[in-house]
């Protein structure tokens, strides 16, 4: 199931965003750094001001009861190397590890997807970690 996501939500993706942002790029950077990172972009004070801010759209996918990923995404996001205007940006998109290989994240995906077409979207874009191989093979299925 897929939820738009409110302010009720920011508690959650506090969690589910630090547990998977760990899992994705812990390896990217020192300990320290990554410590500091979550603490500035995935607290819960720094995700109600997120969920605040009506350009952020939110989405929750569960699996059962449990939350297993989210995904965040910004209509009419200029990209510099895309011609055209309505477009939008793929600004996060997080799926626990525990849930890989469930198709969770091909479903949030193409559901953003067609939600974006729903709001006269002409196309989206993304940026992905160079490092982060497995969400470019992801990414690149669509």
Not at 17 to 28: D, I, L
Not at 57 to 83: D, L, Q, R
């Amino acid at each position: 199931m897929i939820i738009r996501a409110g302010i009720e939500y920011a508690r959650v993706l506090s969690e589910v965003g630090a547990k998977a942002f760990v899992e994705s790029h812990k390896e990217s950077a020192p300990a320290t750094e990554i410590e500091a990172y979550l603490a500035e972009k995935y607290s819960i004070p720094a995700f109600s001001k997120e969920l605040a801010d009506p350009t952020n759209i939110y989405h929750v996918i569960k699996h059962g009861e449990e939350i297993a990923g989210f995904s965040k995404i910004v209509f009419n996001s200029n990209c510099p190397t895309i011609g055209l205007s309505n477009v939008a940006k793929m600004d996060q998109i997080y799926l626990l590890n525990v849930f890989h290989g469930l198709k969770l994240g091909a479903r949030l995906l193409q559901y953003n997807i067609e939600f974006s077409k729903s709001m006269e979207q002409q196309g989206m874009w993304l940026v992905v970690w160079v490092g982060n191989k497995r969400a470019i093979s992801f990414y690149e299925k669509f």
